[in-house]
């Protein structure tokens, strides 16, 4: 679980493969190669589905003063994800997705989320959250209220550009893994004293965000009781609110001042085969 920002253990990993960088962007990806076993077929998997290419894809558009990478890297025994703004990069570790895989359905959740969803869904959402942390450094944006929350804002609010039928299975996918984590959470001194909110926190601000984003298409969230209706009533407004946030902070650090629905939706194309 994300619980801490691991700033500077990214100058620890290993070296592994040069990054590859695309001509046009500043974004570089870097898949390194893992040493152990269990850590080949992930490795291979995200290679394979060309995950990073698909999310530098997305990032094309951001005018970013200086590199970032976005690093697919084994950890040792770290189940886990950060944002590192000494070497700007985005690490996701290959042990954090094998949890995913540990985590998921063997086929089908109760709810109807794939096991396929239940991976590519939180691969999609931890890689944007450290993004967010990463623009709000290299673009200097302003961040009122917890850096932990604006970066699931950011998050969620470039998923949710997806059409809602598209969004719908990675918004599934994450809120089923953060549903396994918060399942195991307590609200200890530790857990309340956290720069996170409590993951049952953050999965009903996903939710709420999806909803209000289009409450037609997300309407089932309310119906099976997945989100309160005390909270699901005030959903539109919240997610106005985020998206004109993040509308007015990015807009003149993006080409075109938005990231096209059309660019997303090709961004993620990994996640959907
Ligand atoms: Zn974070």
């Given at each position: 679980?994300?619980?801490?920002?691991?700033?500077?253990?990214?100058?620890?990993?290993?070296?592994?493969?040069?990054?590859?960088?695309?001509?046009?962007?500043?974004?570089?990806?870097?898949?390194?190669?893992?040493?152990?076993?269990?850590?080949?077929?992930?490795?291979?998997?995200?290679?394979?589905?060309?995950?990073?290419?698909?999310?530098?894809?997305?990032?094309?558009?951001?005018?970013?003063?200086?590199?970032?990478?976005?690093?697919?890297?084994?950890?040792?025994?770290?189940?886990?994800?950060?944002?590192?703004?000494?070497?700007?990069?985005?690490?996701?570790?290959?042990?954090?997705?094998?949890?995913?895989?540990?985590?998921?359905?063997?086929?089908?959740?109760?709810?109807?989320?794939?096991?396929?969803?239940?991976?590519?869904?939180?691969?999609a959402q931890?890689?944007l959250?450290?993004?967010?942390?990463?623009?709000?450094?290299?673009?200097?944006?302003?961040?009122?209220?917890?850096?932990?929350?604006?970066?699931?804002q950011f998050a969620a609010l470039v998923l949710l550009r997806l059409r809602a039928s598209q969004a719908r299975?990675i918004i599934?996918?994450s809120?089923?893994?953060?549903?396994?984590?918060?399942?195991?959470?307590?609200?200890?001194?530790?857990?309340?004293?956290?720069?996170?909110?409590?993951?049952?926190?953050?999965?009903?601000?996903l939710l709420c965000l999806a909803y209000g984003s289009d409450?037609?298409a997300f309407?089932?969230?309310?119906?099976?009781?997945?989100?309160?209706?005390?909270?699901?009533?005030?959903c539109?407004?919240?997610h106005d609110?985020a998206a004109?946030?993040l509308?007015?902070?990015?807009?003149?650090?993006?080409?075109?001042?938005?990231i096209?629905r059309?660019?997303v939706?090709?961004?993620f194309?990994?996640?959907?085969?």
């Amino acid at each position: 679980m994300i619980r801490a920002l691991l700033i500077g253990l990214a100058l620890a990993l290993p070296a592994g493969a040069a990054p590859s960088t695309a001509a046009a962007s500043r974004v570089r990806i870097d898949y390194v190669v893992p040493r152990a076993a269990a850590m080949q077929e992930i490795y291979r998997d995200m290679k394979g589905r060309r995950v990073l290419e698909g999310l530098r894809d997305i990032l094309s558009v951001v005018r970013l003063p200086r590199p970032l990478t976005l690093r697919l890297s084994e950890c040792g025994s770290e189940a886990n994800a950060w944002y590192a703004p000494e070497t700007r990069s985005v690490t996701v570790c290959y042990e954090y997705i094998q949890d995913m895989h540990a985590r998921a359905p063997q086929e089908t959740s109760p709810t109807g989320v794939t096991r396929h969803e239940a991976i590519v869904g939180p691969i999609a959402q931890v890689f944007l959250h450290e993004t967010g942390h990463a623009l709000f450094h290299l673009l200097d944006v302003p961040v009122l209220g917890r850096e932990e929350d604006a970066a699931d804002q950011f998050a969620a609010l470039v998923l949710l550009r997806l059409r809602a039928s598209q969004a719908r299975p990675i918004i599934d996918g994450s809120a089923f893994l953060m549903g396994s984590y918060a399942r195991e959470e307590t609200a200890d001194r530790e857990a309340l004293a956290d720069d996170h909110g409590l993951v049952q926190q953050r999965l009903y601000n996903l939710l709420c965000l999806a909803y209000g984003s289009d409450r037609r298409a997300f309407r089932y969230l309310v119906e099976r009781g997945d989100l309160p209706e005390e909270r699901a009533r005030g959903c539109a407004a919240e997610h106005d609110q985020a998206a004109f946030a993040l509308d007015r902070l990015f807009r003149r650090h993006l080409q075109g001042g938005r990231i096209a629905r059309d660019r997303v939706r090709r961004g993620f194309r990994w996640a959907y085969r």
